[in-house]
């Protein structure tokens, strides 16, 4: 759901589609090129409560995101991660080259 709060023009009907939009509209360590070790790592994400999560989640994808959290009683999601063999001397030189 989070997707939606970005504050970008991109209007998609779920995740997947923004997504797809999202990056193939910008530049960004994410495509380029970076040597992933691993990929799709679906890692927890818990708060101890309705307080600090609607407080997280609203600083992080606004007013609409808290009042989600509040409303549906949500405290738990999850992140899809990676985990890449380039340096953080390669990835700065990516980011600094963007």
């Not at 504050?7 to 995740?15: E, G, L």
């Not at 407080?55 to 992140?79: C, D, P, Q, R």
Request: net charge positive; with cysteine; charged share 25%.
């Amino acid at each position: 759901m989070w997707f939606k709060y970005i504050p970008d023009s991109i209007r998609a009907p779920n995740f997947e589609e923004w997504r797809v939009s999202r990056s193939s509209r910008i530049i960004s360590p994410r495509n380029c090129n970076l040597s992933w070790i691993k990929k799709g790592i679906i890692v927890p994400l818990q708060f101890s409560s309705i307080e600090e999560s609607a407080s997280v989640m609203g600083h992080l994808f606004g007013k609409e995101a808290a009042e989600y959290v509040i409303k549906n009683n949500k405290t738990t999601w999850s992140m899809s991660l990676g985990i890449t063999c380039n340096t953080k001397k390669e990835i700065l030189k990516i980011i600094k080259s963007i």
